[in-house]
């Protein structure tokens, strides 16, 4: 069946360091992809998305661009903030279903 | 301001008894979905509904029970019969299928 695998966190930068957040993924036809942040204590809210290959989804300073080839959809940040620190998620839909599948989370700890 | 409301953000039960956690959506969406959320781990799907009226058991519907009268409001009952309740459990809205799904701010029910 389809799923999503992150690496696993914690990941912890310095402030204004380069993130990378690896995710790939197996489906069976063309998933839309996103990754979704939760900050402590809150639910899920919308990072960004991509509905095709060779989309970019960018938004806040962070990107990710869905790779068919290698399945993948990294999540980067050029410089992040101790206000980054969270829980990332990355997950996928198939476009003939209702289920959003999840990776298991990385944490991310971003230190002044 | 359109959102998700879930309530109460923290609910306490004694073993044996029922409780019922309330999801609104003021989006007009169709589709709406409940996930249960354990330490360090991704989200699994209990229940979803596509319309009024309709509702389909997810991955873990084992020991929850819902209800879809009306296309607002999908309230989710962990029973006694559910043997490990104590969870994050996140409510969601989307549009339709495979379009983007919002999140709740959460309930985090503890079993005593």
């Known amino acids: 069946g389809d799923s999503v695998t992150q690496m696993e966190g914690p990941v912890t930068l310095s402030e204004e360091a380069f993130l990378t957040i690896n995710c790939t993924y197996t489906?069976?036809?063309?998933?839309?992809l996103f990754w979704y942040v939760q900050y402590p204590g809150e639910g899920l809210q919308l990072l960004l998305k991509?509905?095709?290959?060779?989309d970019k989804g960018s938004n806040k300073g962070f990107e990710a661009t869905y790779r068919k080839e290698t399945t993948s959809f990294h999540l980067e940040k050029g410089s992040v903030q101790v206000s980054d620190s969270a829980v990332y998620f990355c997950?996928?839909?198939?476009?003939?279903?209702?289920?959003?599948?999840f990776g298991s989370g990385t944490r991310l700890l971003v230190r002044p | 301001d359109g959102g998700i409301t879930q309530s109460p953000k923290y609910l306490f039960r004694k073993e044996g008894q029922n409780v019922t956690l309330s999801c609104e959506q003021n989006?007009?969406?169709?589709?709406m979905y409940w996930y249960r959320q354990d330490p360090g781990q991704g989200l699994r799907l209990i229940y979803y509904?596509?319309?009024?009226?309709?509702?389909q058991k997810g991955d873990i519907a084992e020991g929850y029970s819902v209800s879809r009268e009306k296309k607002e409001s999908f309230p989710l009952t962990v029973t006694s019969a559910q043997k490990n309740p104590t969870a994050f459990y996140l409510c969601?809205?989307?549009?339709?299928?495979?379009?983007?799904?919002?999140f709740g701010p959460g309930t985090r029910l503890t079993v005593l």
């Open positions: 969601a809205s989307s549009t339709g299928l495979a379009d983007t799904q919002y």
């Open positions: 489906a069976t036809g063309y998933p839309s």
């Open positions: 991509a509905t095709k290959a060779d």
């Open positions: 997950a996928l839909s198939e476009k003939s279903s209702y289920k959003l599948i």
């Open positions: 989006l007009n969406h169709d589709a």
């Open positions: 509904s596509q319309i009024v009226n309709d509702f």
